[in-house]
């Protein structure tokens, strides 16, 4: 059982590159998040979906895209890469219950210069 | 705005000693869980312990234990007998019954060193 799998675990991009991180889930959650922790700080929410063909934006979304085509997989774009972007991203699932714990994933280090 | 404060940005503590981690909360939610997660240096964020508002009793799990004050808004971490692998960052964080996908909010993380 996988769990929570996210691709890269690194990358370096030039400002105003594209990219799209990856994240997929084997565990049939329904609940999906993205965060970014920057360097001595906690998480901070940039999307989450509840379900296929839902979305919507958290804390930070600026520079962000989601989409949610199917349970498995909740990709993260970035369209323009500003040096702003460069953080630790985390991919998170749940299944249903507001007292269900997060499952994540082991990050993707970005940096972009 | 629910927000999560850890006071504490780097604890150290000798091994088979305990340490206690401080985390305060503000919430006008009366439905809610309290979490601990654990951040090694692999990166990793591993759910330590859970604590329901509902429940008077604090939650412990081996060695890591709470202690919940509700009224104080206050829910601290207490590790006994450290270990070597216990050292790593440690967040703690807030998740209401909002009905809208019930997102975690975290503080700023306590870094625990452990010392021979």
């Known amino acids: 059982n996988a769990g929570v799998t996210q691709t890269p675990k690194f990358r370096i991009l030039k400002i105003g590159q594209s990219m799209t991180l990856q994240c997929t889930q084997d565990?049939?959650?329904?609940?999906m998040y993205w965060y970014r922790q920057d360097p001595g700080m906690g998480l901070k929410l940039i999307y989450y979906?509840?379900?296929?063909?839902?979305?919507d934006k958290g804390e930070v979304p600026n520079g962000y895209n989601v989409s949610r085509s199917t349970t498995e997989d909740f990709p993260l774009r970035l369209e323009l890469a500003a040096p702003s972007q460069t953080s630790v991203y985390f991919c998170?699932?749940?299944?249903?219950?507001?007292?269900?714990?997060?499952?994540f994933g082991d990050g993707t280090r970005l940096s972009i210069l | 705005a629910q927000t999560v404060t850890q006071s504490q940005p780097e604890m150290s503590v000798q091994e088979a000693e305990t340490v206690t981690l401080s985390c305060t909360y503000d919430?006008?939610?009366?439905?809610?869980?309290l979490f601990w997660y654990k951040q090694p240096p692999s990166r990793q964020m591993i759910l330590v312990i859970r604590?329901?508002?509902?429940?008077?009793q604090n939650a412990t799990e081996n060695r890591f234990s709470v202690n919940f004050q509700k009224a104080a808004k206050s829910f601290s971490l207490k590790i006994s007998d450290s270990q070597l692998g216990d050292a790593a960052m440690y967040f703690c964080?807030?998740?209401?019954?909002?009905?809208?996908?019930?997102?975690?909010?975290f503080g700023t993380g306590t870094r625990l060193q452990v010392t021979l």
């Open positions: 998170a699932s749940r299944t249903t219950g507001f007292n269900q714990p997060q499952h």
């Open positions: 565990m049939n959650h329904n609940y």
């Open positions: 979906s509840v379900g296929a063909g839902i979305t």
């Open positions: 919430t006008s939610e009366s439905d809610y869980y």
């Open positions: 604590q329901e508002a509902y429940k008077q």
């Open positions: 964080a807030y998740s209401a019954n909002t009905g809208t996908a019930s997102k975690l909010t």
